[in-house]
């Protein structure tokens, strides 16, 4: 059996909002981040029809290479069709033990984490995104923030691997480390920026 693997240090979320046609634009967009160096990317589209998913997640995956992470967002019926790395779940998605009876042994499971929810409801999970650690327009309204002292604890309550999310940009990734997360997740700061390979450059060297 081939071990599982999770994301790298830097996870880039796709932007969220895009649309059937409107990917093949963000696939280029994609591969100036890639040629820079981004090697993990998590595909969230709930607009994006199954069949158009499925076109992106396969073109990240040739973009990105067999040394690359690519993982799905809810569709887990797309992780091997797409050869991906990861289903990822969040609260609406099937249950991490029932995802795990229809993935292949070597697909990783990750789930979006809060700082409300009880530890159970990670159980079985292989890594965690966890947030949202400072304020961001897709939270507003909906979840706090939790800082660094609510990443911090979340960090000491599990053994599961955290990739911290939310509001996070190059300067504060530093103190986003501190807190002993595993990696950085990130939306607006890197796919989601108009130049994707300038803010690849400007994020990374801090992040890894």
Same mark, same amino acid.
């Given at each position: ?106 697909? #990783?499971? =990750?789930?979006?984490?809060? $700082? *409300? &929810?009880?530890? @159970? +409801? /990670? ?62 997740? #990130?939306? =607006?700061?890197?796919?989601? $920026? *108009? &130049?994707?390979? @300038? +803010? /690849? ?8």
């Amino acid at each position: 059996m081939s071990p599982r693997r999770i994301p790298g240090p830097v996870l880039a979320l796709t932007p969220g909002d895009l649309r059937d046609e409107t990917a093949a634009d963000f696939r280029r967009h994609a591969l100036d981040a890639v040629e820079a160096g981004l090697d993990s990317i998590l595909v969230r589209e709930p607009e994006m029809s199954d069949r158009a998913t499925l076109e992106l997640a396969r073109a990240l995956r040739e973009l990105l290479g067999a040394k690359g992470w690519l993982g799905i967002h809810d569709r887990v019926h797309l992780a091997t069709a797409a050869g991906a790395d990861g289903v990822h779940l969040g609260f609406r998605s099937l249950a991490i033990h029932a995802t795990r009876a229809i993935v292949a042994d070597d697909v #990783a499971i =990750g789930y979006s984490a809060h $700082a *409300h &929810d009880e530890p @159970a +409801a /990670w159980s079985g999970a292989d890594y965690l995104v966890f947030g949202p650690v400072y304020a961001t327009p897709s939270k507003h309204g909906i979840l706090e923030p939790v800082g660094i002292a609510g990443l911090l604890a979340a960090v000491r309550a599990t053994s599961i691997p955290i990739w911290a999310l939310g509001g996070i940009d190059a300067a504060r990734v530093p103190a986003v480390q501190q807190s002993g997360c595993r990696g950085i997740a #990130a939306r =607006g700061a890197l796919l989601g $920026a *108009h &130049d994707a390979r @300038a +803010a /690849w450059l400007e994020f990374a060297p801090s992040a890894r």
